[in-house]
């Protein structure tokens, strides 16, 4: 695939840079036009990523949120999210829609299902101690 631009981005894991990814990954993709209904997929997508590595990966510490974003030939778009956090034992199973780590019962356990369902492609990686990678891709509708 031919790499047509890109950008990266790296944020503390601070709840409030949630907002800030999702915009910059936005504005980043508004050249190619998007429709409302593409834009608001991949925010979607980006912000449950990023509340993942906010949430899960570093728990009560912080630690850097990579992102890098591509758009590629054939309007696809490539979003990976990587963190350095504490890393999934098991993507199976995280994978499954309702299961959370979480133990206070704040969260619902669907970050990976929303991503799922608003991309054309998800695909996780996770190596425990060491950290996850989150890569996203859509085909967007090309514009006549």
Do not use: W
């Not at 949430?55 to 990579?66: D, E, L, M, P, S």
């Not at 974003?69 to 499954?96: N, T």
């Amino acid at each position: 695939m031919l790499v047509k631009n890109e950008m990266k981005l790296q944020i503390p894991s601070r709840s409030s840079n949630e907002s800030f990814a999702r915009v910059a990954i936005a504005s980043f993709f508004a050249q190619l036009d998007p429709t409302v209904d593409e834009i608001a997929d991949i925010k979607t997508a980006v912000s449950e990523a990023v509340t993942n590595s906010i949430v899960h990966a570093y728990k009560n510490q912080i630690g850097t949120i990579f992102i890098h974003a591509k758009i590629l030939d054939d309007s696809k778009v490539y979003i990976r999210i990587r963190d350095k956090g504490c890393g999934i034992e098991d993507i199976d199973q995280a994978m499954e829609p309702m299961f959370t780590t979480c133990k206070t019962g704040e969260r619902a356990g669907l970050g990976f299902a929303v991503m799922e369902s608003f991309m054309d492609k998800l695909r996780v990686t996770s190596k425990p101690g060491k950290g996850t990678t989150v890569v996203l891709i859509k085909t967007l509708k090309k514009r006549i």
